[in-house]
């Protein structure tokens, strides 16, 4: 059975910094592109960071670009995400998702790919993030 769970979601001040992991079992971590969605209150879910299967490839959403650092530990079937100097805006339910490498080009390209998807292979229950201001 495959199970993808978030951690570390918390309320913090704005200026402040989160990090969240992710980890996985009954899959084979290093097979699957991997990436943090967010939900806000009243708003549909968004692809926020994702990374290629082998580590390259990181994309990230423009209002996060030089905030957030998206990483992965293939040994520890674990992914990340540093959330630096967090803004009120950035308060929402993040989910971790998975999704199979096959039908991706390649890693480098794969990031993208999964942030602009609503359907992947696994998801997380989600770790709700609050940004006070």
């Known amino acids: 059975q495959v199970q993808v769970v978030e951690s570390g979601g918390d309320l913090v001040q704005a200026g402040g910094s989160l990090r969240l992991s992710c980890t996985t079992s009954?899959?084979?971590?290093?097979?699957?592109?991997m990436g943090w969605f967010r939900q806000a209150p009243g708003k549909e879910r968004e692809g926020v960071s994702c990374?290629?299967?082998?580590?390259?490839?990181?994309y990230y959403a423009d209002s996060v670009k030089g905030r957030f650092t998206i990483s992965r530990d293939n040994a520890k079937n674990t992914l990340y995400l540093e959330m630096n100097n967090l803004k009120s805006e950035d308060t929402g339910t993040y989910y971790c998702a998975a999704d199979a490498y096959l039908s991706y080009v390649s890693s480098h390209r794969a990031g993208p790919v999964l942030c602009g998807k609503t359907n992947v292979d696994y998801w997380g229950k989600g770790t709700l993030v609050t940004v006070s201001s």
């Open positions: 009954g899959l084979r971590f290093d097979d699957y592109v």
């Open positions: 990374i290629g299967w082998t580590g390259g490839g990181a």
